[in-house]
């Protein structure tokens, strides 16, 4: 019995994360439907609307905190603990939250099944860095247990019985638009047994 009461507090601590991802993925979205530099970049490498619609592709606006708008109490551990919001204390007294993800397209990872793991972040201005960021390991996020794509290349690996396995997420979204739906990445690490296994 404590074993089934303990699963079951962690999987409704895990779809309170999930929730909290899913609500970030919204605001992202709308920034990115709001920002035509955003826009005009996805044009540029070549993503149609429709596939970045399909990946759920968003946008994270400059500034520290401009996910407070979208989550009034921005005190909120979820926010640290789903990865949004990094807490940075330098002392007991002094105690900064800011947002990870800012000036950086985003992409959605989502487990198999579609359910909201974390994101990663790409930065459209060139002199920032890293170029890539992704949340950090979460209830949720486990990069090395994850694929990118997958939950959209599922039925596609099934179908034809094989996986195309690229290095990233703009490698994914190209391959997909050009209508190889069995493609995944794993984010750009090498391949675990996890990864595997996901695959088989």
Known sequence: PQQRAR??????RQNTLTDVLEKAG??????LKDTPRVIDYCKGRGLSGDIARRFGLG????GWRSLASVFPNYDDPLLVESGLVILN???????KR???FRDRLI??????????????????????VPKYLN??????????RLLYGLDLARAGMRTQDQAVIVEGYMD???LHQAGFNNAVSPMGTALTEAQFNLIK
Not at 7 to 12: H, I, L, S
Not at 59 to 62: E, K, N
Not at 89 to 95: C, G, H, I, K, S
């Open 89 to 95: 204390q330098e002392d007991a007294n002094d105690e």
């Open 135 to 144: 949340s950090p390991a979460t209830e949720v996020f486990d990069k090395g």
């Open 107 to 128: 992409f959605p990872i989502r487990n198999p099944f579609g359910k909201m793991a974390g994101f990663g972040g790409r930065v459209l201005n060139p002199d920032d």
């Open 7 to 12: 699963a079951a507090e962690q999987r409704e």
């Open 26 to 31: 919204e605001a992202y979205r709308r920034h």
């Open 98 to 100: 800011y947002d990870r």
């Open 59 to 62: 946008y994270a606006p400059q």
């Open 172 to 174: 994914v979204i190209a």
